[in-house]
């Protein structure tokens, strides 16, 4: 028996262990239903100075040196150098949607006017190729990645100009893409990156006030800042959503919606105010971007706490975001227990116009801004946002667009990403069958890539690229293999069968 015949038997043989041990298959979903992975521009491309790009405001964040490990983007996984292997990898792992971002800094390097034509080229590679292999394209427009030009010349998303300008940009995408790719999604995780972004200068263009800044505050103020932002940004998705309906949708039959970071809200203790502070909890995560989509305006109790420092909605402008989606986005990695904590007196941030306390489980002590740490795996928390979306905002369709666990492990024995996707996954399937009307379900990452808050020290991968090797090799995990299996609906594929540079790992 030759070894490459043995791998096979010995591979089909774990596989089908695996679905009985996870107790479904792919069959259990819909056969429209769409499992992929993922990737984003910055944290993907490198080549921050090549053909004709312009800097964006990540470029100029990590070069200040503003990353935990003092890390950039510039190489990340080099991937507009290495996209044919890539896709090569993503066709052979049996996927049937990627999702991907665009750089508007690569598109349109001046921010407006005239495209680039490499970037241009780029781009249409990219989704020539996957058309080719019959891979459903899911497109995000913007995933935290603003030309630096634009916030030089009127502050980015805090300015009404960026309106103008972001309709254009999409208009431009529309055009040039529109013909392949149905499925766009104009902005990536919005609530948490105007927090990340205006109030605690985690991302660029990294501004916040004291004392609600995480790193060193460039600048800006936590009290008001991130509600300015994601107002204009909920302008600027209305006005994409009404041009893509009036000029494109007859003819290139797509949908567009809006991506939200999310998380699932457990009351600390069985009282009163606890429960209240769930329910706030999600109404200021959730509510903040969904409900005027869904309304026309921002939740009541949002109103009531933030009061003046909430923008509020014209007339003509409610009706514009009023049902300007197609479906929701969510990215989810966790679950947290909430308590209640009293409305502080004097200049709040948005934490404090929360006024709830995180924690990672019912023993640990609160967490301070953010996420906290080391949070445990809680699928039935998904299960939950999923049905909670439903039953609060009308059942929409919604995507799973990002769920994956990082690790500081490097290793290509990753069981514990295995467990951790297989269970989300099931946590999905028990929504659909609550009647939950989601879509896709799409792991983060693809492979190892430049992380938003970690650098290079979290992994997400489904396969490991080498950062320390200027070549970037890739290699194969056992969670890609895992994957590849289960999406192959017989439990078994002659692609696992590559050699070194396809899935089987070194």
Known sequence: MGLAAFFFILLSLWVQDAAATIGFTRGDFAQDFVFGA?????????????????????????HAGKMPDKSTGDIAADGYHKYKEDLKLV???????????????????NGRGAVNPKGLEYYNNIIDELVKHGIQIHITLHHVDLPQILE????????????????????????????????????????????????????????????????????GNSSTEPYIAVHTTLLAHASVVKLYREKYKAEQKGAVGINIYSFWSYPFKNSSVDLEATQRAKDFMFGWILEPLVSGDYPEVMKKIVGSRLPSFTKVQSGLIKDSFDFFGINHYYS????????????????????????????GPP???????????????LQLVLEYLKEAYGNPPLYVHENGVGSPNDSLNDNDRVEYLSSYMR???????????????????????????????SKYGLYRVDFDDVRRPRQARLSARWYSGFLNKNGSSLLLLTTQEGLMPK
Do not use: H
């Open 38 to 62: 993922g990737t984003s521009a910055y944290q993907y491309e490198g080549a921050v100075a090549e053909d004709g790009r312009s800097p964006s405001f990540w470029d100029t964040f990590t």
């Open 91 to 109: 066709s052979e792992t049996g996927l049937e949607a990627y999702r991907f971002s665009i750089s508007w800094s690569r598109l349109i390097p």
């Open 152 to 219: 030089d010349e009127y502050g980015g998303w805090l300015s009404p100009r960026i309106i103008e300008d972001f309709t254009a940009y999409a208009d431009i995408c529309f055009r040039e893409f529109g013909d392949r790719v149905t499925y766009w999604t104009t902005v990536n995780e919005l609530n948490g990156c105007a927090i990340a972004s205006y109030g605690s200068g985690q991302f660029p263009p990294g501004r916040c006030s004291d004392p609600f800044g995480i790193t060193q505050c460039a600048g």
């Open 336 to 363: 947290l227990y909430v308590s209640d904590r009293p409305i502080e007196t004097g200049v709040r941030d948005f934490y404090g116009d929360m006024s709830i306390s995180y924690r990672a489980s019912r023993t």
């Open 367 to 381: 967490a301070g801004q953010g996420a906290p740490t080391n949070v445990p795996s809680d699928p039935k928390g």
């Open 427 to 457: 946590s999905t399937l028990d929504a659909i069958r609550n009647g939950v009307n989601v879509r896709g379900y799409f792991v983060w990452a693809f492979k190892d890539l430049f992380e938003l808050l970690a650098g290079y020290q």
